[in-house]
Each structure stands twice: as structure tokens, then as C-alpha cells.
């Protein structure tokens, strides 16, 4: 078994020693490749290191997780929240998590998070090791696997622990994956993560626009809201895209 590559963001020293030594310990299967203790260094490190899984803070420098996870491409990384705090469990729940651990945590919910994440990393990777260089994509859609074009999807969108794929002709498939999950398996040179919500084909944007927010309008008038710190970025790759 590989071992998972991990990060441990926490404002916290204490608290990452603790769990530190909980990991080293309990987890053989983890390796820690860095800590850290604050907002902007846990930016820089996770696009430095692009780990398999992060074990997050909700509360960094006194700002919410959320931002960071809405500025870092996370499609490829796991995330296991930690927090002192259980009123943000129902928003963690968007950015489909590994698991919300609740300090103090126990030592068997812990090794228990580790287990799934150490499943879904693996699973990954044998079902789809070289995914994005083929024309069809496998969706798991309830007891059942569907093939479908890649040149098809439209758009997907999150809803919770599942996905929304829209297809050409408005047909409609509902993944029982989460939207991390197919954002780290789509082609990154023809789809693009605009929002925690959706993933777009490059290919079916029309227009985009600012009006109260960031918005692209797709070539069947549906429209879709751009994060804000994910604009520049859809921008560049419509620019080269087109170049």
C-alpha cells in the first residue's frame, strides 16, 4: 500500500503535535510531508506539495477554511476537517469531506478517517489510472456504472456527496461520487472548476459577464456563477483555449 501523502494545518502547535504523533503512531500509512500554522502558508504548501490528504483547522488566524479550500485546486486532495467548533459541519459538508472530526477526538475516530480516506484515495487511482487520456468517462450512478463522452458533459454540479452531470440534449445523470472526485479526473486542459458548486466544459461557454458577481452564460443559456477567485483563472484558459 502507498503511503498518503498528508498536510496538518493548524493554528495550533500543540494541536499538531498532538495529532501528529496520534498519525505516526496509529496511521502507518501516513506520511506528513509539512505542517502549518496559518492561512497563507497553508495556500503556498498545499500547491507546493499537492498532498493526498489535509487535515484542516476550521478556524485558521481567526478566518473560515472554507476560503482557503475556494482558492486551492483540491479536486486531487482529501480533506479531513478538524474543529473545536460544530456549528460548521453543515457547510463542511459541501466541500464533501473525508470527515469532520470534533476535538477532542478519539483515537478510534480517527484511525476510522484515515481508513476511508486511505479507500477513497486508492479506489481513485485503480478506477481510473489514466482516466482523463480517454474519450468516455465511468460515472457511478446509483447500482450501476455509465460510459459516457467526455465531449458530452456540459457541466457538473454538486449537490452534497453526490454530482449532477448535464449532458448535450439536457439529459441528466446523477453520480453518486462527489464533485471533488470527477474534478481531479476530468481533463484539466478542457474542464475547469468555476465555483465549489460546478465544473464546466470549456467548450460550451458563451459568454461571461460581471453583474452583481461573476457569471459565464453556456451555449443552451444556462448560466453559472463564477467564485470570484476562480475567474482569473477560467479567463487564462479560455485565452489559451483559444490561442
Known amino acids: 500500500m502507498e503511503n498518503i501523502d498528508t498536510i496538518i ?14 498519525l505516526e503512531k ?18 503556498a504548501t ?3 506539495i499537492e498532498p493526498d490528504l489535509i487535515f484542516l483547522d476550521v478556524l485558521l488566524d481567526n478566518r473560515i477554511c472554507f476560503e482557503l479550500l475556494d482558492i486551492i485546486n483540491h479536486g486531487n486532495t482529501h480533506i479531513i476537517f478538524i ?29 476510522m478517517a484515515v481508513k ?4 477513497s484515495i486508492q479506489a481513485k487511482k485503480e478506477d481510473c489510472p489514466d482516466q482523463k487520456s480517454h474519450q468516455f468517462i465511468g460515472i457511478h450512478s446509483g447500482m450501476e456504472i455509465v460510459l459516457i463522452k467526455i465531449e458530452e458533459i456540459m457541466f457538473c454540479k454538486s449537490e452534497a456527496s453526490y454530482t449532477n452531470f ?18 481531479g479526473i476530468l481533463p484539466k486542459d478542457r474542464f475547469c472548476r468555476i465555483h465549489h458548486k460546478y465544473i464546466v ?5 458563451k459568454n461571461i459577464y460581471r453583474s452583481d458577481g461573476y457569471y459565464c452564460q453556456l451555449v443552451n443559456e ?22
Request: proline content about 3%; aromatic content about 8%; hydrophobic content about 35%.
Open 166 to 183: 448535464v449532458l448535450k440534449g439536457a439529459k441528466k445523470i446523477v453520480a453518486t461520487k462527489n464533485i471533488g472526485y470527477y474534478e
Open 201 to 205: 466544459n470549456l467548450d460550451f461557454i
Open 222 to 243: 444556462k448560466i453559472l456563477s463564477i467564485s470570484r477567485r476562480r475567474q482569473e483563472k477560467l479567463e487564462t484558459m479560455l485565452h489559451m483555449k483559444k490561442g
Open 116 to 119: 476511508r480516506a486511505n479507500e
Open 26 to 43: 496509529y496511521c502507518p500509512d501516513i506520511s506528513i510531508k509539512a505542517t502549518c500554522t496559518s492561512f497563507e502558508e497553508g495556500i
Open 9 to 22: 494545518i493548524d493554528d495550533s502547535e500543540r494541536s499538531i503535535a498532538l495529532l501528529s504523533h496520534y
Open 83 to 111: 474543529s473545536a467548533h460544530e456549528k460548521y459541519a453543515i457547510k463542511a459538508i459541501k466541500y464533501s469531506p473525508i470527515d469532520y472530526l470534533l476535538k477532542p477526538f478519539s483515537i478510534e475516530e480517527l484511525v
Open 46 to 48: 498545499i500547491n507546493k
